[in-house]
């Protein structure tokens, strides 16, 4: 039987009590998915990809072939890849608490499928491309087996619906999320190592509008000396224990009893 901290009992006591929760999830809450992080030591492909030097607009100029290769590899990494009990049980919550904002800086869209619904997608997802000149999302021909495809509309370049590093995030999804950060009462930061911004300045605003924040991470954080709760630990396990000791009726998978 795991033994879990004492704090997972007040946390799971936030969790009924809280009328507004505001989620961040990062990497972590992917990994036990086989989705690579970004930041643990890399091993398998990763090791030789350096996912700063791909994923940047420099690096598409310069080798549009070689990062949308990139992104194809990805792109069936994740489709392969499943929920984990970490996304189930924060899709089951969802349905258990008043109002929950999931912001996730994760592009897999293994929150969608594991049935979240009310997602901020703050650095896009794989599964959409986008016009590199209109800026708008597009579906590719299937007839075009050009490597990137080309846009049906304007013949511009297709590139992944992802933010790449230096570019702007979009302003909807920022609102939508400093809203949530600013309103909530509970603010659950899972999986991240905290380190990118803006993402990494919503548990700080959460905290200073007076919410409690809890980290559930496998290693420490700058956020972990401000949280009010820290947990360390594996969001695959922590987060349906927490789901269950909040609402039993969520069993310890993550999936509805
Ligand atoms: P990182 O790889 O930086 O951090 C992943 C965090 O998850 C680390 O702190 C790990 O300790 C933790 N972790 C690993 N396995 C875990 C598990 N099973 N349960 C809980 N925690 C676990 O990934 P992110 O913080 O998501 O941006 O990175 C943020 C952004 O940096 C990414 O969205 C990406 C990258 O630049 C863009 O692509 C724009």
């Known amino acids: 039987m795991t033994e879990f901290p004492p704090a997972l009992a007040e946390v799971a006591h936030h969790l009924r009590e809280a009328q507004e929760i505001a989620v961040l999830t990062g990497a ?13 030591a890399q091993t398998g492909i990763w090791a030789k990809y350096d996912p700063m030097q791909l994923a940047t607009p420099e690096a598409f100029a310069a080798d549009p072939k070689r990062v ?21 049980a924060l899709a089951n919550l969802e349905g258990e608490v008043p109002a929950l904002t999931l912001i996730t800086q994760n592009v897999d869209r293994l929150h969608h499928r594991a049935g979240s619904k009310n997602v901020v997608e703050l650095h896009g997802n794989l599964e959409e491309d986008r016009c590199s000149h209109e800026n708008c999302v597009v579906r590719a021909d299937p007839s075009d087996n050009r490597t990137p495809p080309h846009c049906p509309r304007c013949e511009a370049l297709l590139r992944p619906n ?9 302003p909807a999804a920022l609102e939508r999320s400093f809203n949530a950060a600013g309103n909530c009462d509970l603010f659950l930061c899972i999986g991240t190592s905290s380190l990118v911004y803006p993402a990494a300045d919503l548990p700080m605003e959460a905290l200073n509008r007076g919410a409690t924040v809890v980290e559930i991470n496998a290693d420490p954080t700058p956020l972990s000396p401000h949280a ?10 922590l987060l349906p224990a927490i789901s269950a000791l909040a609402f039993p009726a969520i069993t310890t998978n993550g999936s509805p009893a």
Do not use: M
Request: one cysteine or more.
């Open 28 to 40: 972590g809450i992917s990994a036990e998915s086989g989705v690579p992080t970004f930041r643990d």
């Open 228 to 237: 009010t709760y820290c947990l360390q630990g594996k969001a695959g396990t």
């Open 68 to 88: 949308w290769e990139w992104y194809a590899w990805r792109r069936g990494l994740v489709a392969e890849a499943k929920p984990n009990p970490g996304h189930l």
């Open 162 to 170: 992802v933010v790449w590093f230096g570019e702007a995030l979009s």
